[in-house]
């Protein structure tokens, strides 16, 4: 099993940047796949960024492509997602999320671990 504890969020003016970590517990960190998701308001949860076990393999939204990078340390037991030139409507509440996967993963419902979540609010 393995907990997640995001961190980062905050309020940022559009065009400027965030970096979101999440930070897991546990010493098998590197047999999971990876993923950030994102809430807005009255919306559905959707798929943001992936990130393969050993960080070889990376999946985008296509909203995000070219703005946002998923990473991830494993000798730090962690995954950041740096965002960069962020529009209004990247405002949201950013969930990290694990699985016990060897490749990524884009699908929510395949994902076991949950964080928290942290808010992201991009002012206009």
């Known amino acids: 099993q393995v907990q997640l504890v995001e961190s980062g969020g905050g309020l940022v003016q559009a065009g400027g940047s965030l970096r979101l970590s999440c930070a897991a517990s546990?010493?098998?960190?590197?047999?999971?796949?990876m993923g950030w998701f994102r809430q807005a308001p009255g919306k559905e949860r959707d798929f943001v960024a992936a990130i393969n076990r050993n960080g070889g393999v990376r999946y985008y939204a296509d909203s995000v492509k070219g703005r946002i990078t998923i990473s991830r340390d494993n000798s730090k037991n962690t995954v950041s997602l740096q965002m960069n030139s962020l529009k209004p409507e990247d405002t949201a509440v950013y969930y990290c999320a694990a699985v016990n996967a060897m490749v990524a993963v884009t699908t929510e419902g395949e994902y076991a671990y949950w964080g928290q979540g942290t808010q992201v609010t991009v002012s206009s």
């Open positions: 546990g010493r098998t960190f590197s047999s999971y796949a």
